[in-house]
């Protein structure tokens, strides 16, 4: 039981290149969702997913696109880096809501992401 | 959508003393607050959670309350030790789907 994957651990990118942050789970939780965390701000809500073939957007969703095709995976697509984009990147699972409310959520080790 | 703060920012204790962290969350229809335990390079550790039909939770050393009238949910450190040096994230739920509003983060230090 692995937990929450994600990979690449590192990356440096161009301005205007692409790339895909993968980010796996082996808990067959439905829940899935992406968070960038800055200094001073904490972790902001950039897409998520309550399951297979669901997505919806957070507060800051914007130069970032996902799929869900799986109930395990959950990448994250950056279309065009920019250099605010740099961040350090954590993917989060969970058990969906049950109707007894909502369940801690399970981090992956986080993705840290430069962009030149 | 649910707003929650953390106070103070960064938090300094001698080992051994005790750590209390304090959230205030906006939406009164939340009904769970996790705290995560973020140590430096590594993703947040759920260390701690309550939900709104309990006033109070404790595991070993750490301690959560909850005053859903005031709004505010409180993390108790007691007999801290440096292991316990880290950021601390609250987070109530909000936004239905699942979602969880984090605060800002708070950074303790315990000094040896």
């Known amino acids: 039981n692995a937990g929450v994957t994600q990979t690449p651990k590192f990356q440096v990118l161009k301005t205007g290149q692409s790339m895909t942050l993968q980010c796996a789970q082996d808990m067959n939780h439905e829940y899935m969702s992406w968070y960038r965390q800055d200094p001073g701000m904490g972790l902001r809500l950039i897409h998520y997913?309550?399951?297979?073939?669901?997505?919806d957007q957070g507060e800051v969703p914007n130069g970032y696109n996902v799929s869900r095709s799986t109930t395990e995976d959950f990448p994250l697509r950056l279309l065009s880096a920019a250099p605010s984009q740099t961040s350090v990147y954590f993917c989060?699972?969970?058990?969906?809501?049950?109707?007894?409310?909502?369940?801690?959520?399970?981090f992956g080790s986080g993705t840290r992401l430069t962009v030149v | 959508g649910e707003n929650v703060e953390q106070h103070p920012s960064t938090l300094s204790v001698q080992e051994g003393d005790s750590a209390v962290i304090k959230c205030t969350y906006s939406d009164s229809a939340s009904n769970y607050f996790p705290w995560y335990k973020q140590e430096l390079g590594k993703g947040p550790q759920l260390i701690i959670d309550i939900r709104s039909n309990v006033g109070e939770k404790k595991d070993q050393r750490i301690a959560v309350t909850l005053n859903k009238t005031a709004k505010h949910f409180s993390l108790h450190i007691t007999e801290t030790q440096p292991e316990d040096s880290a950021v601390y994230f609250c987070a109530a739920s909000g936004g239905g789907n699942n979602r969880l509003a984090f605060g800002k983060g708070n950074q303790v230090v315990v000094i040896p």
């Open positions: 997913s309550v399951g297979a073939g669901i997505t």
């Open positions: 989060a699972s969970s058990p969906t809501h049950s109707g007894t409310g909502v369940y801690g959520y399970t």
